[in-house]
């Protein structure tokens, strides 16, 4: 698994319920998905701080270090309605 992949804990805005997915905290940093329970709409974004980190392939002839940027995440990240302004 990429070190960019997470199994993140998200809470509903609407229903409060916690369940997870799995993100790829190295892409962009506002998402929209539904919730699994009451299927209301979902605005995450991740906002934290941000950590880069450098890949390094061995064994591959003549690969570039590629630097990646992650997102730190809380342990549960809530979410908010998407149709609300920021």
Avoid at 5 to 16: A, G, H, L, N, S
Wanted: net charge positive; glycine share 4%; hydrophobic share 30%.
């Amino acid at each position: 698994m990429q070190e960019s992949m997470k199994r993140q804990k998200i809470e509903c805005w609407q229903c409060k319920r916690i369940f997870s997915l799995l993100l790829d905290t190295a892409g962009e940093p506002t998402l929209i998905r539904e919730c699994p329970y009451c299927h209301a709409s979902l605005k995450l974004d991740f906002g934290g701080e941000q950590q880069n980190f450098i890949t390094i392939m061995r064994g591959v002839p003549r690969t570039q270090p590629q630097e990646n940027t992650v997102y730190q995440l809380p342990e549960i990240l809530k979410s908010s309605n998407p149709s609300l302004p920021q």
